[in-house]
């Protein structure tokens, strides 16, 4: 009696794992915005406070360019951090354009509807 309850009960949990999973396939993924930076760099640190408002609509990747791996971002962005990539295209530079980083968000999110 107790193997044909589990039998029973295997599809249900089949089922749930199913539609579990395709929820979360379903779901859009978040843009991803990298940060190329340094430390120190007060105006990167001003930067991330200015995107505060919009962390729930990206991902932020911070790259150091001082690190040995990054050093071909060192040559391209040493006089001009912060840079801002969205989806690995170049964005912005020296401070957060809000109206450009909206414009480009709302562009990839419509994109994702």
């Known amino acids: ?3 044909l309850t589990l039998r029973r009960l295997q599809p249900t949990k089949l089922r749930s794992l199913q539609l579990l999973r395709n929820r979360c396939s379903s779901q859009k993924q978040l843009p991803i915005l990298t940060l190329f930076t340094k430390d120190p760099c007060p105006l990167c640190d001003e930067a991330k406070e200015i995107l505060e408002p919009y962390k729930q609509r990206f ?3 911070q790259v150091d360019i001082t690190r040995p791996e990054n050093s ?3 040559d391209r962005y ?3 951090i912060p840079v801002f990539h969205l989806n690995g295209q170049f964005l912005m530079m020296h401070r957060v354009n809000v109206a450009v980083l909206e414009k480009s968000l709302a562009r990839i999110e419509d994109e994702n509807i």
């Open 72 to 74: 071909a971002w060192y």
């Open 78 to 80: 040493k006089y001009d």
């Open 59 to 61: 991902v932020l990747q």
């Open 1 to 3: 009696m107790h193997w």
